[in-house]
């Protein structure tokens, strides 16, 4: 009798063990993520590959804590209609508005204006529209970033202040009222977006540290969103220094861009 008292004890434990591995390899295995994110830099990068490096170091922190995957393309060759509906969230992280394939173009402009697919956050190079490298302007991104032509910059670079316009959109929430950005380049257009756009954020001209007389007037926005479009979207121009993260109100508007953006 003892005997089989002990032999189904342990049966029973062999049982237990089995059911408590089982549930272990369960918790073990990876959550599925919560969205997945693309991300376009072009190769190499030239001056902004700093600017990249670093902006890869803080994606990959964000993804692993807030559970997202995010993979990264040097050139526009693998965009189409399949490749982008993997995807919630494009960022264009350094690339310009040209080099793109035709292919790539009529995904991206579907992607953008029906918003089926998901969102895009786009820095800097995105608004270096005009003849280019012997590539003409891309007449459809000119009107997704407000109409507008590229037209100058402060080469030397300018420390100046960023204020926000639009405190109650989702990419602006936490962002205090006013920010400095140590060194830009602060690109002018041949005219302002406004009129076509949703400007979240301008920047303070009277406050280049050193002055520029490269000015747009006092209307100069930095960060803004095309509501015309069904994809959620917002441009950010600053993005050519790695120090960008080191600034806690950049790294908030990108980090509530990405989440904005893929819808969550």
């Known amino acids: 009798m003892k005997k089989q008292i002990e032999a189904t004890f342990i049966v029973s434990f062999q049982i237990l063990l ?10 073990a295995q990876p959550k599925k993520p919560q969205f997945r ?12 590959a ?68 998901g969102g895009w956050v786009g820095f800097h190079h995105a608004t270096l529209l005009g003849e280019f490298d012997g590539y003409p302007m891309w007449p459809w991104f000119s009107e997704f970033m407000g109409g507008i032509r590229y037209k100058n910059y402060i080469a030397t670079f300018a420390k100046a202040t960023v204020r926000v316009e639009a405190e109650n959109h989702p990419c602006l929430k936490g962002v205090p009222a006013t920010f400095t950005v140590e060194k830009e380049e602060w690109y002018t257009y041949d005219k302002s977006p406004r009129p076509n756009v949703n400007v979240l954020a301008t920047v303070d001209e009277s406050t280049y540290s050193p002055d520029s007389n490269l000015k747009m007037g006092g209307d100069h926005p930095v960060i803004w969103s095309n509501e015309h479009m069904k994809a959620r979207n917002v441009y950010m121009f600053m993005g050519h220094h790695p120090d960008l993260f080191k600034n806690d109100a950049f790294v908030t508007v990108f980090r509530n861009a990405i989440f904005w953006g893929a819808g969550q």
Do not use: C, M
């Open 18 to 27: 089995l059911f408590a591995g089982l549930g272990l390899t369960a918790f």
């Open 37 to 48: 994110v693309v991300a376009l830099a072009e190769k190499g990068g030239g001056v902004h």
């Open 50 to 117: 700093p600017f990249v490096a670093e902006a890869k170091k803080w994606l990959t922190h964000v993804a692993a804590s807030a559970n997202f995957t995010i993979d990264y393309i040097e050139n526009t060759e693998p965009i189409n209609d399949q490749f982008l509906a993997h995807y919630q969230l494009f960022i264009q992280l350094n690339y310009p508005p040209y080099r793109w394939t035709d292919t790539a173009k009529a995904a991206f402009q579907k992607y953008i204006i029906e918003g089926k697919g």
